[in-house]
């Protein structure tokens, strides 16, 4: 069992920057895949980042790659995505989640022990 905190959300104006943290309990955090995914109102999960657990492999959506960097402190048991250039369309509420494998990072569906979520709200 892996229980998963994010903080880190809020109000920012576009083109600012906000840090989102997460901080995992339980089993063995390095032994794990991490993922940022968010979720608009009336939209379908969508996934942000991951980062496996050696730190150096990761991979963005199309969307936020150049603007959005995610990394992690293995010691901490700590997930960062920093955020910046933030538009109006990165407002949502942002999840991490433990990838569980056995299929594509994309995928919501292959991701167990989601956070409670934080708000990211971008204003124009």
């Known amino acids: 069992q892996v229980q998963l905190v994010e903080s880190g959300g809020g109000l920012v104006q576009v083109g600012g920057s906000l840090r989102l943290s997460c901080v995992a309990s339980?089993?063995?955090?390095?032994?794990?895949?991490l993922g940022w995914f968010r979720q608009a109102p009336g939209k379908e999960r969508e996934f942000v980042a991951v980062?496996?657990?050696?730190?150096?492999?990761?991979l963005y959506a199309d969307s936020v790659k150049g603007r959005f960097t995610i990394s992690r402190d293995n010691v901490k048991n700590t997930v960062y995505l920093q955020m910046n250039s933030l538009k109006p369309e990165d407002t949502a509420v942002y999840y991490c989640?433990?990838?569980?494998?056995?299929?594509?990072?994309?995928?919501?569906?292959?991701?167990?022990?989601w956070g409670q979520g934080t708000q990211v709200t971008v204003s124009s």
């Open positions: 339980g089993r063995t955090f390095s032994a794990y895949a």
């Open positions: 980062i496996r657990w050696s730190g150096t492999n990761t």
């Open positions: 989640a433990v990838y569980r494998g056995g299929g594509t990072y994309y995928d919501p569906g292959n991701y167990d022990y």
